[in-house]
């Protein structure tokens, strides 16, 4: 199974049929591409596990400015915890993630819901342990006392802390640093700030795959081959700062696509209200779309390690020692997008949204489920018809910003992907 979704992943890519088409993978018995049955018994306006991922990006994003190759980790901690605690209460009818707390499912699942955030949350963020735990008793105040409330709390403690205690030295926030080069082709640091950031996320210890390294490509372009010409004039045509040819739809996107805030938070909190999820639904599918990005996330940074391939402002500026005809040096060259701190190969935007989009595709069992999202960065709110919409646009707008080569947006694709089909084969599968 996983090695065919793999295949028609990586064939749909390079035929610019963007979809990585999960064929055959059914979801509570209904095969792809059929109708999800959505159960009513929980009204999704009070849907604690889309309360505490709106608490969880205030803590993460709005307060401690983690960048996304951080959030990816601390929203994968907060949901594996929350999935286990809800899973437990419904009676385990799916695949604990790390363990199922002892329930009997009179517990409150709001209870365990908020309990289970609030505890990974304050693990990750002590030093806003006050307004946190001021959320945290605002969610217990409305939940009537008892003894089911009181063993929703416990059944969310436990769960939190079989995370916290599951990531305790995974080697987040390690010491290693991106090498830097003077080779043709080798990275090194970027304006305006020239500075390096997030090589640990690639060493760190994943949350579903083996190893870091399990899906490693062949690398880039080699620079004197037709392809990397073909990279770098696309992107140098259409990626620069100054660029006559990208249209204004495309500034925007890219822009939109950029956004640190992460509007693909959202777009997942917007999918569980539109599409009336109940409470275990809602913390099945954001913790396989969480864990699966975060995943993805540590072997696309795993792969920018093992090239260390330059980004597209280096390679233009310095075309000229590059030993390809079909390139000529602009020494003056900036992108539309300030440069992220780390290399080209592969882009961590694309393993991301490619891991999200196919575990929301799986999780639906369908494609053309339409949503939108507003990013403040761009100004702007950008709609799509299904999840390959995204997908295929995310690949275009990292080139159409100028900080991505169109090779390393579709190989990173191709990663996101098989994480997916990784998880897919291997976890959050209903009990038979």
């Not at 961590?348 to 960065?377: K, V």
Request: net charge neutral.
């Amino acid at each position: 199974m996983v090695e065919s979704c793999e295949t028609s992943w990586a064939a749909g890519l390079r035929r610019k049929a963007v979809w990585p088409v999960v064929a055959g993978v059914v979801i509570a018995g209904l095969p792809a591409g059929s109708s999800f049955a959505y159960a009513s018994d929980s009204r999704t306006r009070s849907n604690a596990v889309v309360v505490w991922d709106e608490n969880a990006q205030t803590a993460i994003w709005d307060v401690a400015a983690q960048q996304p190759q951080v959030q990816a980790r601390s929203f994968a901690m907060v949901h594996g915890a929350v999935y286990d605690a809800v899973n437990a209460i419904a009676g385990t009818p799916y695949q604990p993630y790390l363990r199922a707390p002892a329930a009997n499912g009179t517990e409150s699942t709001d209870a365990a819901v908020a309990t289970a955030g609030f505890r990974v949350l304050n693990a990750l963020f002590p030093d806003q342990q006050a307004r946190l735990r001021t959320q945290y008793d605002e969610s217990l105040a409305a939940i009537p006392d008892g003894t089911a409330k009181r063993r929703g709390i416990t059944v969310g403690t436990q769960a939190a802390s079989a995370m916290i205690a599951a990531r305790r030295n995974d080697g987040a926030f390690g010491g290693q640093t991106w090498a830097v080069g003077t080779e043709p082709g080798q990275w090194r640091p970027t304006p305006p700030g020239f500075t390096f950031d997030g090589a640990w996320v690639g060493q760190m210890r994943p949350f579903l795959i083996p190893s870091a390294s399990m899906f490693r490509t062949s690398g880039p372009p080699s620079l004197t081959s037709d392809r990397y010409a073909r990279d770098f004039n696309e992107v140098k045509t259409i990626g620069s700062a100054t660029s006559t040819v990208r249209t204004a739809d495309q500034t925007q996107a890219a822009i939109w696509w950029h956004d640190r805030h992460l509007v693909e938070w959202e777009i997942k909190r917007r999918l569980a209200t539109t599409q009336r999820l109940n409470t275990l639904q809602t913390a099945r599918m954001f913790a396989m779309v969480d864990l699966a990005e975060a995943d993805a996330t540590i072997a696309c940074y795993n792969e920018k390690a093992a090239w260390s391939f330059w980004r597209p402002i280096s390679a233009i500026q310095l075309a000229g020692g590059d030993g390809n005809p079909k390139t000529e040096a602009d020494p003056g060259w900036t992108p539309l997008l300030v440069t992220p701190p780390h290399p080209d190969f592969t882009s961590g935007h694309t393993c991301f949204t490619a891991a999200s989009m196919s575990a929301l595709r799986h999780f639906f069992g369908r494609d053309d489920i339409a949503f939108s999202g507003f990013s403040a960065d761009s100004g702007t709110t950008r709609h799509f018809r299904g999840f390959s919409h995204a997908l295929a646009e995310v690949i275009e707008a990292r080139v159409w910003g100028g900080i991505h080569t169109r090779t390393a947006d579709v190989r990173g694709a191709e990663i996101g992907g098989k994480v997916t089909a990784y998880m897919l084969a291997h976890y959050f599968k209903p009990k038979r």
